[in-house]
């Protein structure tokens, strides 16, 4: 699990992609810190397991279902990356719940800024917007982030400057691709509401015999 706080931007030093998956290797420093063959880090928002590390850089391998489902795949070499360790148990949770299992991506349609911060405004599919809410959290390439408006088509979110200037989105254009990974939580409950309507109907006791006894 992963809190959505960034600890450094690192720069990716050659991604390889070929048979459905890539292997990726990433420039970095403070993330390297304490950290082990097995261990993960989210990058860009996607938990990637380290399976070879240096003194500055670390190796891991992406799955073809994530590249589907994020943006890594279209990444080059020299792009700047998220990046945050997996949270230990006495970490305070900064931000939120943060799975690293990307839902898919979004679109940047529009970036202002206003004396507060900067206003990204986001298109996504049907499938991620069902899970935003007003004043809920998301993910977007690994930041932790509140909505702050939602509609049927887009969300917005403002970042404050610290934000900007510590992440990858002060890079980011109109048009650019992201990655979302929405609340965990809504989607717990949306299944287990799911089981119990399940439950519901699977024990009514209005049967044929019932309607036939009853004039219908």
Not at 54 to 66: D, H, L, Q, W
């Amino acid at each position: 699990m992963f809190t959505g706080i960034i600890e450094e931007v690192g720069v990716i030093e050659t991604l390889t992609l070929g048979n459905g998956f890539g292997i990726i290797e990433i420039k970095a420093n403070k993330v390297l810190e304490n950290t082990k063959i097995g261990d993960s880090i989210a990058s860009n928002g996607v938990c990637l397991t380290v399976l070879e590390m240096t003194k500055s850089s670390f190796r891991a391998n992406v799955m073809g279902e994530t590249l589907k489902k994020s943006s890594l795949g279209s990444l080059k070499t020299g792009n700047k990356i998220n990046l945050e360790r997996a949270m230990k148990l006495e970490d305070r949770l900064g931000g939120h719940i943060v799975s690293g299992h990307i839902d898919g991506i979004g679109r940047i349609i529009d970036i202002q800024k206003d004396s507060d911060g900067t206003w990204f405004t986001i298109t996504a599919p049907d499938e991620i917007l069902k899970y935003i809410i007003y004043k809920g959290s998301i993910s977007i390439d690994g930041i932790s982030l509140t909505i702050a408006y939602v509609d049927d088509e887009k969300f917005k979110v403002s970042v404050i400057p610290h934000t900007l200037e510590n992440t990858i989105l002060c890079e980011k254009k109109v048009g650019s691709i992201i990655n979302l990974e929405c609340d965990v939580i809504g989607k717990y409950i949306e299944k287990l509401l799911g089981k119990e309507n399940n439950k519901v109907n699977s024990e009514s006791k209005v049967t044929m015999e019932f309607l036939r006894e009853n004039g219908f």
